[in-house]
């Protein structure tokens, strides 16, 4: 079984041995081993050249005396390279425990665009209780199981060898070489029709590291299926090559989630390095993102709501005498017939506030008052900002810029 460590975004890991009177989902208690190779991790990125410390998901500080790593907002599950699996979860100003915020984050995570989630991991999650990690490596398997069923593909691969009969080109330099004694050979080269192509070098690989991190009974047997399945592909020598040799032409099109697996598992979409162990996996997404993409499918279901745009950037900051600073709103859609600027906010408001202001930050009141003075210069419209839904904020606020800009 994993060693399960669940907290919640920034929330601080502390050393089992320094772990007394934790408060759950804020604080958690990690084996020295996942605390030194965590800081390890940290202490690398701090070491790099150009290096944005708002985008690693780790920050050092310290938690009543104790050294800690906070978790910044990033959501998802690490593995350790000694068994240690944290499961980072987004904060909550609702009740619910650990377990509801596990499949609200599956859930949320159906939307990421930038991921390859598909329905269906929710209700395992939710019947079995499973550890996150073993949700994830599920959605993988059934990825891969369902490329077998479509078909893997083979391509040509160039070979040379040296022959009892002529076939493809004839080498005459190396056959003249090779063959000045066994002159009833011939060394040639051919194209062979094989599945050592590097979009199933790459799933071989992925599929032997998953084997060895699965421990449901369930994901273990179809790993091993699924390996079986490509047990004439070897493992890639060469991830990063591979992955830039990918081609997704005539009749790869059921390759595309697979593979985008494969890179989060791999090498490229996760926060983490695997830092070349097979035992450590990292599937870690910003939680800005998340909401953000949530938001979107949201409006896209919504009939009133047409031609939504995400992240179009047609105004700038400033004009003159050259236009710099680019402003993205979120979202630009019209509801029903009324033009609308939008930006979501993955923060918990307060509607019942003592000062009124709902808790939200003075800076994203000010973005969007941008926003609504560029956009919405030439026509009327609306301004909203989405904040998530809570006990303590669940009532729509209309609030008033100045005349014309609510």
Request: hydrophobic share 40%; glycine share 6%.
């Amino acid at each position: 079984a994993h060693n399960r460590i669940r907290i919640r975004e920034h929330g601080f890991l502390i050393r089992e041995e320094q772990a007394s009177n934790l408060p759950a989902g804020r604080c958690a208690a990690i084996p020295s081993s996942a605390f030194d190779y965590l800081s390890q991790l940290l202490a690398k990125e701090e070491a790099r050249t150009v290096a944005d410390e708002h985008h690693f998901f780790l920050s050092r500080t310290t938690w009543r005396g104790r050294d800690a790593l906070k978790v910044r907002s990033h959501v998802g599950v690490l593995q350790t390279p000694c068994g240690a699996c944290i499961e980072i979860l987004p904060k909550a100003a609702n009740s619910e425990g650990l377990d509801e915020s596990s499949q609200v984050l599956v859930r949320m995570l159906h939307c990421l665009r930038s991921a390859p989630f598909r329905a269906g991991g929710e209700a395992q999650l939710q019947s079995q209780r499973m550890p996150l990690v073993e949700v994830f490596l599920g959605y993988f398997l059934r990825e891969i199981d369902q490329l077998v069923k479509r078909g893997i593909r083979s391509d040509y691969l160039g070979e040379e060898e040296n022959l009892r009969f002529l076939k493809g080109k004839l080498l005459l330099g190396k056959h003249l070489r090779a063959n000045a004694v066994q002159q009833h050979r011939f060394f040639c080269s051919y194209d062979a029709y094989l599945l050592n192509r590097p979009e199933n070098r790459l799933i071989r690989t992925a599929l032997a590291k998953v084997l060895k991190l699965c421990r449901s009974r369930e994901n273990e047997r179809l790993a091993r299926g699924l390996v079986f399945a490509f047990q004439d592909v070897p493992v890639s020598q060469d991830i990063a090559g591979d992955l830039a040799r990918c081609r997704f032409n005539r009749g790869m099109a059921h390759y595309q989630n697979p593979l985008a697996w494969c890179r989060m598992i791999l090498r490229e979409e996760a926060t983490v390095p695997a830092s070349g162990s097979k035992r450590t996996i990292s599937l870690l997404f910003p939680m800005e993102k998340v909401f953000e993409d949530y938001v979107a499918r949201l409006l896209e279901r919504t009939d009133s709501v047409h031609d939504l745009r995400c992240q179009a950037g047609s105004k700038w900051l400033v004009e003159a005498p050259r236009k710099k600073f680019q402003m993205r709103p979120d979202f630009l859609f019209w509801l029903d017939n009324q033009f609308v600027v939008g930006d979501a906010k993955w923060k918990l408001a307060d509607q019942d506030a003592q000062d009124g202001k709902f808790g939200v930050s003075q800076a994203d009141l000010y973005q969007l008052y941008a926003y609504g003075h560029k956009y919405l210069r030439d026509r009327k419209g609306r301004l909203f900002i989405f904040y998530p839904e809570t006990f303590a904020f669940h009532e729509r606020q209309n609030l008033e810029y100045e005349p014309g800009l609510n």
